[in-house]
């Protein structure tokens, strides 16, 4: 009589079609509300309005649940209303932020923009002169230096952590994390005081991938702890079983297993000091001129460059300033991207 | 070795209950394994070598200063160098005191948590408890993202964009809360506060306290949180007496994180904020600083005294937020381990 | 069987006389027939303290995947009913959808009808919240909140609920006392509630449950994770809750179905979605099955 497969999965806890009207109509209620009070009183801006609409929607969507079920759903409905404002708080600025990037990044951006420096032409001058390049390879070459530094010091950090379990890894593990929270400004300053100041050397980008590299060893070395702890102990065993050293085991089956996320760690490390401002400013000195020896003499960066442009003030500066946040954010969104690819291409097979 | 039975001496016999004595597992490293492990080692130490190098460095630097002025480098709200960087005499005797800088870090940072926090835990239990799981991996993956977006972006971002709804809301604050002493200005003019430097720092610190505690909600026990759904509790009261339970002290690590952030951000605040060497209270009047961005100011023209100062102003500086951080992650680390 | 001569021996010990002889007479036939249903909706005509909960034609998925078909039963009030079956044919699925937590499993989705007093749970508008007040649940794992003391998770569904209750002392002595706990932790209401045996926790969740005067008690395999001794004092606990109110509880041992509930359902999944094999008063269905497979499952045969 009954025929079992015809039967049609619901999922009766789902909104209803009421459900849904009545939330369009509480959403067009509190905008025309919120229109008609930012439109009458003394309140302006897109702002109030945004805020004003947030709390016409929870109170009515509050009132509503009360009417229908109770004190505790008229609670329940005002703490939804709270974690939607909350996410959309944190969302606002992004979008705020990656908008203002893209809709006054390009501005500043010419023909040459990527083949001059500002040797020639203060951040002030019209924006069909001067660029990036001296920046741009300055900015290559610090991150260059701080890989071949920090790779191996962030990969061995997570290899002692690991797979040697030494002693003191407990402690190591403590400080990679408090490490990881230093200011950057910090990092400036010691390489300053440690390596420049009283020494008679200058500022050069070297310094400034010195100091990099102190902010990049912990990110490198607690992603890369995470993706080596995701290597099967057996692998390891396996290993050991078959007469192989340790030295053995890890380079041939551990790190291949975990070369992807390993890779990743690297990535998200760079992504971390691609931006850094505050320590090139105690270290490289930041030239307008192309420089493409780090070891010698002041070297422009991309973060320094936005600096140079934010310090100027004029409106020429402040385009300049966006269109070096732009290659910037260019740069980290596509490190990140790639970070989030390889990550999903599974850590270990 | 083999031993017969005849071995066996009468002592060993009458010995009543001879307990087996354990036999020390040791295997000798290869000696490729022993370079492995040497080198593995120097490298692990490498972080503790960096972190003991920047104290020592900086203390030492700044330590003639430190001596010199002793407590009053904390507690001095007069930061005057005597002599000018071209080596001339100034006009005053030179002393150095962090204070009012140190209130201005502590200002800023307090305004970016009583913003940022509330804002994270209800994002972060948004993240945890409504948001559907494909929302979720794109958002978890926004937040990761706004967390590595560099500083100077959010100090242009600050000035350029924040800073009229900021002063916007601060003219309102001050309009309708002036009489709390904190919301009163002198004059109507509300350009580069502490306020608008806190509300930067908040935007800033929102990703990692929203990450840490979304990570600290998810792992409120599957099974509470059931037995509280099973029991009759609506959506919040679970989350209230099973989640919050749970996490609370993982969420405070997690603004603590934050206020490590905060504390040391340097190119944001410089930015934003009008940067004055006073103690500012009045968080809506555009003058103060933080440790920081003072350190950044003088570095340009100071002479050697005064880099000697900054240096020891960045020793504090650097004690300071790794004592947060390091509370912080004991908080944090504790509670994952408790909640799991 | 041996075994089966000592189950059927300790059924009679404690299944009341009166709630399978009313419906010894309710007969069983096999999966996807209609007869279960009509089978079940007549012992509940004959029952005279009527039905509390029904469930019609219940079906559930997870995802693409469906796991029970077509389940129809009637759950009388004051009654015991065993939900047995193989890992995998769907008790527990069954269980619940029955006080609506099948749906916080993501991609879960259901068809058919729950009536509890003829009402359906998942029509539109229900309040959810209200329905498992009055459809309370015991987990498998113990499971008190770590963060309270053993009197507040008593009254812990109190606080989630908000309700109103005049006096907190004596509701949590009677809830205590009824899930047989108030002698051994009188003296101890302010200790965590983690400090008890796995038993007394198990007794606690009980006690927590009856805190919100629910009219029935869904139990997922409550004693899987407990020793013997506890074990058989949770059983002596569900009979005596049995007295007034309506007890479902899944369970993989036999001799517990049989020694606790006056009713059982058999439920099998044979590579498709689990359906009810077989249902009748406990002792027909390990005395005389319909059903081969409910005989061979019964009798250890398989399963």
Known sequence: MTTIKTVAPIRPWRPTKRDYTLQIAIIIGSLVASYLLVANTGFEGRLSLVIFFGFFAVVALAILSGLRRGK???????????????????????????????SRGTAAIYDGFFTTDMSQDPFSSPLDAGGIKHALIGTLWLIAIALIISVPL????????????GPGSALIRFLVQAMSGIPSIVAGLFIYSALISGTGRGFSGFMGALALSILMIPTVARTAEEVLKLVPAEYREAGLALGATQWKTVALVVIPAAKSGLVTAVILGVARIAGETAPLLFTTGGADNTNLNPLDGNMGTIPFYIWKALIDGSPEAASRAWAGIFILMLAVLSLFALARFLSRASIVK | MVRKAKDVTIAELERPHSAPTPRTLES??????????AIVGVGGFSSLTILGLIAGYLFFRGYSILRSESLSFITGYEWVSSINSDGSEGAQPSTYGVGAMLIGTLVTA???????????????????????????????TVVDLMAAFPSILFGLWGLYVLMEPGMYVAELLNKYLGWIPIFAVPVPVFLRSPFIAGLVLAVMIIPIVTAISREIFAQTPLDRIQA??????????????VAFPYSYSGVVGGAMLGLGRAMGETVAVFTVLNILYQANFKILLGAGGNLASHIILKFGEASEEEIKALMAAGFVLFLMTLAVNMIANVIVSKTGRRGR | MSTYEKEDGSMNSTATPASTSAASDTRTSSLGDVATASAASRSRTEQPIGSGLEARNVHAWFGKYHAISDMSLDFPTGTVTALIGPSGCGKSTFLRTLNRMHEFIPGAAMAGEVLLHGKDIYAPGTDVTKVRLKIGMVFQKPNPFPSMTIGENVLAGIKLAQLKVSNKDDLMEECLERAGLWNEVKDRLNQPGGSLSGGQQQRLCIARSLAVRPEVLLMDEPCSALDPGSTLKIEETISELAKTMTIIIVTHNMQQAARVSDYTAFLLSDGGPGQIVEFAPTREIFTRPRDERTENYVTGRFG
Do not use: H
């Open chain 2, 228 to 241: 509280a759904y099973a029991l009759g509790a609506s959506k919040w009261a679970m989350i209230k007496n």
């Open chain 1, 72 to 102: 505790e759903a008229a609670k329940d409905a005002v703490m939804a209303g709270a974690a939607y404002t909350g996410i959309f708080a944190l969302l606002l600025p992004v979008v705020s932020m990656l908008w203002t990037v893209i």
């Open chain 2, 28 to 37: 000798k490293p290869r000696p490729s394994d022993r370079v492995f492990r």
């Open chain 2, 110 to 140: 307090v305004i970016a948590l009583v913003i940022g926090v509330p804002v994270s835990v209800f994002a972060a239990l948004y993240l945890t408890f409504f948001a559907p799981q494909r929302v979720k991996k794109i958002l978890v």
């Open chain 1, 154 to 165: 962030g990969i061995l950090t997570a290899l002692y952590l690991t797979e040697i379990k």
